[in-house]
């Protein structure tokens, strides 16, 4: 078993936390912005707060007892717990409130900002920098994060001005096969389906497994909505885009 140093434990714990804070934030101003008051953003941002702060202390004490096991003769908590939360998000998306915030003006570029803290996936670097994470795990993973994390605000800020619609497709499709890329590796190589020295074992007990049981989901499901939010999100009209010809000024 490893236990890393403790600036190690607040940087994972920080960042996890920051895109979950980030989230009811943006769910908060997405009923405002709906015009449903202030009671209801409260109450949605509350709940999921409460929502996302419950499984992340439920996460932790799984791992806490070892159940998030690795070895292939065990059940394979850690994909299971991720995937049911994962669906979870998803499903409470539906919820009328919820529906309603997400589809509220301004909802696309709101989503982008959890995503801005994903620059704390440099924590990987410093597992490997250490020996304990195999580099065809760690590497992708925080190197990917990071990206994401830089872009994230630049994808934001364009989609806010009006533009920025296609780079914020792009910038999620990046953004889930970072994820993917990472969680896969992380699999084979955690559960030593792939022979690599040393193992990814560590994602199993804390405070790593508190990344793919509840960040990871997390941000799937951010990418996921806001993909769904922007398709559904009226287009500028051409005039409010600017003439069609550069140079010529609309009549």
Same mark, same amino acid.
């Given at each position: 078993?490893?236990?890393?140093?403790?600036?190690?434990?607040? /940087?994972?714990?920080?960042?996890?936390?920051? =895109?979950?804070?980030?989230?009811?934030? +943006? #769910?908060?101003?997405?009923?405002?912005?709906?015009?449903?008051?202030?009671?209801?953003?409260?109450? /949605?941002?509350?709940?999921? +707060?409460?929502?996302?702060?419950? @499984?992340?202390?439920?996460?932790?004490?799984?791992?806490?007892?070892? @159940?998030?096991?690795?070895?292939?003769?065990?059940?394979? @908590?850690? *994909?299971?717990?991720?995937? $049911?939360?994962?669906?979870?998000?998803?499903?409470?998306?539906? =919820?009328?409130?919820? %529906?309603?915030?997400?589809?509220?003006?301004?909802?696309?570029?709101?989503?982008?900002?959890?995503?801005?803290?994903?620059?704390?996936?440099?924590?990987?670097?410093?597992? #490997? +920098?250490?020996?304990?994470?195999?580099?065809?795990?760690?590497?992708?993973?925080?190197?990917?994060?990071?990206?994401?994390?830089?872009?994230?605000?630049?994808?934001?800020?364009?989609? %806010?001005? $009006?533009?920025?619609?296609? %780079?914020?497709? @792009?910038?999620?499709?990046?953004? =889930?096969?970072?994820?993917?890329?990472? $969680?896969?590796?992380?699999?084979?190589? $955690?559960?030593?389906? #792939?022979?690599?020295?040393?193992?990814?074992?560590?994602?199993?007990?804390?405070?790593?497994?508190?990344? *793919?049981?509840?960040?990871?989901? #997390?941000?799937?499901?951010?990418?996921?909505?806001?993909? =769904?939010?922007?398709?559904?999100?009226?287009? *500028? %009209?051409?005039?409010?885009?600017?003439? /069609?010809?550069?140079?010529?000024?609309?009549?």
């Amino acid at each position: 078993m490893y236990d890393p140093p403790a600036y190690l434990w607040a /940087l994972i714990i920080a960042g996890t936390s920051a =895109i979950a804070v980030a989230t009811c934030v +943006a #769910l908060y101003g997405g009923v405002m912005r709906a015009g449903l008051g202030r009671r209801r953003a409260a109450l /949605l941002a509350g709940a999921t +707060a409460v929502l996302l702060g419950g @499984w992340l202390a439920a996460s932790a004490t799984i791992a806490g007892y070892g @159940w998030y096991d690795t070895r292939l003769s065990q059940v394979p @908590w850690m *994909p299971i717990a991720a995937a $049911g939360f994962l669906a979870v998000l998803l499903a409470l998306s539906k =919820i009328p409130v919820a %529906a309603r915030a997400l589809a509220a003006p301004g909802m696309p570029s709101r989503l982008l900002s959890p995503h801005s803290f994903r620059v704390a996936g440099v924590f990987f670097l410093f597992y #490997l +920098a250490f020996g304990h994470l195999p580099a065809l795990f760690a590497l992708p993973a925080g190197l990917g994060d990071i990206a994401v994390g830089i872009a994230a605000p630049l994808a934001a800020r364009k989609l %806010a001005q $009006g533009t920025g619609r296609r %780079a914020t497709l @792009w910038f999620n499709a990046f953004g =889930i096969t970072d994820l993917v890329v990472a $969680g896969t590796l992380g699999a084979l190589t $955690g559960y030593q389906l #792939l022979n690599v020295t040393p193992s990814a074992a560590p994602i199993s007990e804390l405070p790593l497994a508190l990344v *793919p049981t509840v960040t990871v989901p #997390l941000l799937l499901a951010l990418h996921v909505t806001s993909v =769904i939010t922007l398709a559904r999100a009226p287009r *500028p %009209a051409p005039s409010a885009a600017g003439p /069609l010809i550069p140079g010529v000024a609309s009549a």
